[in-house]
């Protein structure tokens, strides 16, 4: 009678309906992620708090996709993944999503630091504090 009772309350739980696209992922040697937080697989607890649960879109097995375009990349066992910087020879859009226009053509990244970045040209650019 315990077992059943048991059984019933565990598949009522896991089956919960979702009006989210692939909410609840698991999968085994995968973290697990759902509506209101994730489990990684060193078992580690990321909860999110209310601003993000209601800007969220839609939980896939790579990421989470937001109303307000912050999407989050994850590894396979759901860490963030760190973005890096698409430059090019005008330019360069930042791993946090500014875009910079060089002073001059061909410019590189002379220093970068937890504070920003130095470019051969001369151009400072302060990282924001939450990267």
């Given at each position: 009678m315990k077992i059943v009772l048991l059984a019933i309350l565990v598949s009522g739980v896991c089956s919960r309906p979702s009006s989210l696209p692939n909410a609840g992922l698991t999968?085994?040697?995968v973290g697990s992620i759902g509506l209101s937080g994730m489990v990684l697989t060193d078992g580690t607890i990321v909860q999110f708090d209310r601003a993000f649960i209601d800007d969220i879109v839609s939980i896939g097995?790579?990421?989470i996709v937001t109303k307000s375009g912050k999407n989050v990349q994850l590894?396979?066992?759901l860490h963030r993944v760190k973005r890096s910087h698409i430059m090019?020879?005008?330019g360069?859009?930042?791993s946090w999503g500014q875009a910079i226009v060089f002073k001059k053509p061909h410019t590189t990244i002379v220093?970068?630091?937890p504070?920003?970045?130095v470019f051969s040209d001369g151009t400072l650019v302060q990282k924001p504090l939450q990267l």
């Open positions: 999968r085994p040697g097995e790579s990421g590894t396979r066992d090019n020879d005008s360069i859009l930042t220093s970068e630091g504070g920003g970045i």
